[in-house]
């Protein structure tokens, strides 16, 4: 019963460089939210992410960043040229669907990916 | 604006020692949802306790147990007997139904650091 999968780990990457972080959700959970903690601060609300669809991208840096989640294959969250100010730790987490709203559903989070760019 | 507030940045006490995390939630909605997470130094996120805005029934689930209070917005953590594995960042956060997108509202964290 796998639980939410984030790869890498940890990713290095230098300035200017694209990072390409990958979430495979609960199996049969078709809602994925990312989250990005700073250093020393709590996780901030990315993006939300539906098959095939984003849903809200309200959280997410209007240039650099993008986010998808196909019909087939994990969710990535893409960074384009990163700079120092983008290593944080990034989190996936996932939801399952009850046919009801998702108000209220509890998010199962991924161990993280640990950006660190030099 | 939805905002969540964890006013104590660090705890520190030792072994046995109750401790209580405290919560404050700031929304003008009238159906949302609480949670707490723990983050221990292994770096992932243990969901502990989601309670939502209509349940003011405190809950208690071995040496955890929790505030709810509507009337101070507030809804604090105990460790009863705290022990070293308690050791941890915990977080309180909200998640309301505009948008009924199920984000959730992170506060700032506590860490708690538990001394033998």
């Known amino acids: 019963n796998a639980g939410v999968m984030q790869n890498p780990r940890h990713l290095v990457r230098r300035r200017g460089q694209e990072a390409r972080l990958r979430c495979s959700p609960v199996k049969g959970h078709s809602h994925v939210y990312w989250y990005r903690q700073l250093p020393e601060e709590g996780l901030k609300f990315m993006v939300y992410l539906q098959k095939e669809n984003i849903i809200d991208e309200s959280g997410m840096p209007k240039e650099r960043f993008s986010a998808e989640f196909p019909k087939e294959g994990p969710s990535i969250l893409r960074i384009q040229q990163v700079v120092r100010g983008d290593s944080a730790a990034y989190f996936c987490a996932s939801s399952p669907y009850t046919g009801t709203q998702l108000l209220g559903n509890e998010q199962f989070f991924g161990p993280g990916t640990r950006l660190t760019v030099l | 604006a939805q905002k969540v507030t964890q006013a104590q940045t660090e705890i520190s006490v030792v072994e046995k020692e109750d401790v209580t995390l405290d919560c404050v939630y700031e929304t003008r909605d009238t159906t949302y949802y609480l949670f707490w997470y723990k983050q221990p130094p292994s770096g992932e996120l243990v969901f502990l306790i989601r309670?939502?805005?209509?349940?003011?029934q405190n809950e208690i689930s071995g040496r955890y147990s929790w505030n709810f209070q509507k009337s101070t917005s507030s809804f604090n953590f105990t460790i009863t007997a705290s022990q070293v594995v308690d050791s941890a960042v915990y977080f309180c956060?909200?998640?309301?139904?505009?948008?009924?997108?199920?984000?959730?509202?992170f506060g700032q964290g506590t860490t708690l650091q538990v001394k033998p």
């Open positions: 309670r939502n805005s209509f349940d003011e």
């Open positions: 956060a909200l998640s309301e139904t505009p948008g009924n997108t199920g984000k959730l509202i």
